[in-house]
């Protein structure tokens, strides 16, 4: 088990997993079910105009396949991330080789504190680290807006992505919040700020990296928001929408960082992690969310484990 001191809560699961047999040994729980370890980490696609996004998860729910119920991982103490700070191929683990019946499983279930009209941000001390209370968001301004997940409370974060936990092997698996997708302030909402789960869950095995450079010229036009959007093959590059799993918005974005040079020279890059492997997508720059260079987009072919290089001279 994690060294961390967790509750556990196993719901008959060893009659209701499919087990897997395994190779050169196996492990097993304390009832004889063979067993397996779980890791989830947590990375971002940034968003524009914020210093922090802290957000705090309690526990993970996992859901075997077929009839199985769920049980839950109580996290104790609870893990609070600034997601600033995992962008590109970066992640922070949230639950780290969690011993758990080995099989197959349907969804897993974040649950997060994250309530509308709560004290988020309460005590941030201002500095880097996430200090406040709950889930919140600090601005560029330094204003401290609460986070509300709609439904979090209730139901968490839900995450449907089949995965297996091989017997006596381990399986890691990352959570990608696409945060530019993610983050509105509807009017009335004043002063909490919604965070929409946006979230792909991946396992690392099988995800490659995205990255490139972007020409000075483009980065330099005047109030340019410098971005790179990653569309599915065939998508034209448009606009990110409000609608809820709309398969026209970007799978996936990347802010464009500014990089100083040993000779003095600035250049710009960006890196988008965790995409999947084995596919095509079409990649494009944008200055304002709204118009793309190229306009019908770059083609991206993702490997396993491997950088794919998209430049935009």
């Keep these: 088990m994690s060294s961390r001191k967790r509750r556990t809560l196993y719901t008959t699961m060893a009659s ?20 397996g370890f779980v890791t989830i980490a947590i990375s971002d696609g940034p968003v524009h105009d914020a210093e922090k996004v802290c957000i705090t998860f309690d526990s993970v729910e996992l859901k075997p396949a077929g009839n199985g119920r769920s049980f839950t991982i109580d996290l104790d103490p609870s893990e609070k991330i600034n997601l600033l700070d995992f962008q590109g191929a970066n ?5 780290e080789r969690e011993e758990v019946p080995a099989g197959a499983y349907e969804w897993v279930r974040l649950g997060v ?58 399986i890691d698996a990352t959570a990608d919040w696409d945060l530019m997708q993610s983050v509105t302030a509807p009017p009335g909402l004043d002063p909490d700020v919604i965070l929409k789960p946006t979230i792909r869950l991946v396992d690392n095995v099988e995800v490659g990296t995205l990255a490139g450079l972007v020409a000075n010229d483009l980065v330099n036009d005047v109030g340019c928001d410098p971005s790179v959007y990653v569309f599915n093959d065939g998508v034209t590059p448009n606009a990110i929408t409000t609608d809820a799993d709309d398969p026209e918005d970007p799978v996936a974005t990347a802010m464009v960082n500014e990089q100083m040079n040993n000779d003095g020279t600035t250049t ?39 950088v794919t290089t998209v430049d935009f001279p």
């Design 268 to 306: 710009y890059h960006y890196e988008i992690g965790f995409l999947l492997a084995g596919r095509s997508y079409e990649a494009a720059y944008t200055c304002d969310g709204e118009s793309f260079e190229p306009v019908d987009g770059k083609p991206a072919d993702i490997s396993a484990q491997q």
């Design 91 to 95: 992640a922070a683990p949230i639950l």
């Design 113 to 170: 504190d994250a309530n509308k009209g709560s004290n988020g941000g309460a005590g941030d001390t201002g500095g880097a680290e996430c200090d406040g209370e709950a889930s919140y968001i600090v601005m560029d301004d330094e204003s401290v807006h609460n986070l509300f997940v709609p439904s979090g409370n209730q139901t968490g974060l839900k995450l449907v992505a089949g995965f297996v936990v091989p017997v006596n092997g381990s």
């Design 16 to 35: 209701s997993l499919l087990i897997l047999s395994g190779c050169g040994g196996s492990g097993s729980g304390l009832d004889g079910t063979e067993t």
